[in-house]
């Protein structure tokens, strides 16, 4: 998908979205779920879909991303940061604070701090909120598109996508029936979505 859609700017306050000026950052959130809606179980995604992991990288790649403590730590150590991007961990804990900045991640302790963090990051023109559930949740009232990954798979899941009021309509999806169909067999789509 090439069309990324329009989101707030990192320094508005909720409520404010919509109220953009050229030049401001676009802020988006991304992840894949499956067909009921789970993203993580037990501290990981109960799937393994090397095309969506593609989706994500192509998607986010030289952005900004702000992450969660608990997707930090989902992260294997090799993998972590993300490469080509700034990557932001939201967390109270001295341990990971330490530990993530050693390896070049910026630490962040609110919403709004993560936000003004990314503006200032290389590629701010977009922020992408990478998860998990907790930090979707805090971060939908800052952003205007969802760009979903829905697996057709049924599993079962601690953790949930957030409930998106009313107001975010489906704006796209690939294919626009039916599914993709991934080499190692699993069926998905690409879904974008933003607030009207
Ligand atoms: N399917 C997908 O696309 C996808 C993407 C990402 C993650 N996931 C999955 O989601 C699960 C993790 O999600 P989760 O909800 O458990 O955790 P999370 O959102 O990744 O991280 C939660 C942590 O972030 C910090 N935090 C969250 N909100 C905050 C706020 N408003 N202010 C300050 N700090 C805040 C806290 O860290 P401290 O406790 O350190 O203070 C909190 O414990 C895993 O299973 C992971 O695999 C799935």
Redo the contacts with the bound molecule.
């Keep these: 998908m090439s069309r990324h859609g329009a989101v707030a700017a990192p320094s508005a306050e909720p409520g404010h979205r919509g109220e953009r000026s050229p030049g401001t950052a676009r802020v988006g959130m991304?992840?894949?779920?499956t067909s009921g809606g789970i993203?993580?179980?037990?501290?990981?995604?109960p799937w393994h879909l090397p095309e969506d992991m593609a989706h994500?990288k192509n998607t986010t790649w030289g952005h900004p991303v702000i992450?969660?403590?608990?997707?930090?730590d989902?992260i294997p150590a090799r993998f972590r940061p993300f490469g080509g991007r700034t990557n932001i961990v939201?967390?109270?804990?001295a341990a990971?604070a330490a530990e993530a900045t050693s390896v070049g991640a910026a630490v962040?302790?609110?919403?709004q701090e993560g936000l003004e963090t990314a503006a200032g990051a290389e590629g701010a023109d977009e922020i992408w909120i990478?998860?998990?559930?907790?930090?979707?949740e805090?971060y939908e009232p800052y952003a205007d598109t969802a760009m979903v990954?829905v697996i057709n798979i049924d599993a079962e899941?601690?953790?949930r996508?957030p409930r998106l009021p009313e107001s975010w309509k489906l704006v796209l999806s690939e294919p626009a029936e039916g599914w993709l169909t991934a080499a190692n067999g699993t069926e998905y789509r690409h879904e974008l979505w933003e607030r009207s």
């Design positions: 991304i992840w894949a779920q993203i993580g179980n037990e501290g990981s995604m994500f992450m969660g403590r608990r997707t930090w989902s939201l967390t109270s804990d990971t962040v302790h609110s919403p990478c998860g998990g559930g907790q930090v979707y805090a990954t899941g601690d953790t996508a």
